[in-house]
């Protein structure tokens, strides 16, 4: 089974429908990260928790909130969508130990209409 | 914060070697990673940086100059299975946020 798994895979919404975006990791990891990618611009940080208590805004925080339900679970909302937030997104994780290393999710891929 | 520079396209022949560069403007900057990330799938850690010099794993190998904040990853005996997108991140204080690059996709011909 995948360490982190991200529902749903695929999700087409409609402009301002209010969307959630699932994470579980079973890699017992204190960290997890919501990230953006869009062609030709990389990965965008959005928002990162380093515990249950603890949410951090990323570079492009505007129009999304989160939860972190508990260790294992971070959820990505988008209150009301925008074709632009059309991208494909990644959840990760890290642990304190091998802190370098981040282990990404499968991803979602979102479409806005 | 940080900024990261590298070419948005690299391509090469099997067998080859290929470099691929990263420049970055940092603050509050503990180490280089590499990440390989195949046509939309998840990335997956390469290789990291927290001292100057040479990292080796396997075919790959990453090198660091913090003097001149230039990285590079170095991809060796290169095979079809290698055309990916691949990106630097910097590590930024207290190990807590990567920033990434905006990625250079290899293209490895026969």
């Known amino acids: 089974d995948a360490d982190v798994t991200q529902t749903p895979r695929n999700r087409i919404t409609k402009t301002g429908k209010r969307i959630m975006l699932e994470c579980s990791q079973t890699?017992?990891?204190?960290?997890m990260y919501w990230y953006r990618q869009d062609p030709g611009l990389g990965l965008r940080l959005i928002y990162y928790?380093?515990?249950?208590?603890?949410?951090n805004k990323g570079e492009i925080s505007d129009g999304y909130s989160v939860s972190r339900q508990a260790q294992a679970k971070f959820s990505l909302s988008l209150e009301s969508a925008i074709p632009n937030q059309t991208a494909l997104y990644f959840c990760?994780?890290?642990?304190?130990?091998?802190?370098?290393?981040?282990?990404f999710g499968p991803g979602t891929r979102l479409l806005v209409l | 914060g940080q900024s990261l520079e590298q070419p948005s396209e690299v391509t090469a022949v099997e067998g080859a070697i290929v470099q691929i560069n990263c420049t970055y403007q940092t603050s509050g900057f503990y180490g280089l990673s590499w990440y390989q990330q195949h046509d939309g799938g998840a990335p997956t850690f390469l290789s990291y940086n927290a001292l100057d010099g040479l990292e080796e794993t396997g075919r790959f190998s990453s090198f660091l100059s913090r003097s001149d904040s230039y990285g590079y990853l170095l991809l060796q005996e290169l095979q079809m299975k290698d055309s990916a997108s691949y990106f630097c991140a910097a590590l930024n204080s207290g190990y807590s946020t990567l920033t990434f690059g905006k990625g250079t996709m290899l293209l490895v011909s026969p």
């Open positions: 928790s380093f515990d249950v208590k603890d949410i």
């Open positions: 890699k017992g990891h204190d960290r």
């Open positions: 990760a994780t890290q642990g304190r130990t091998n802190q370098e290393t981040q282990y």
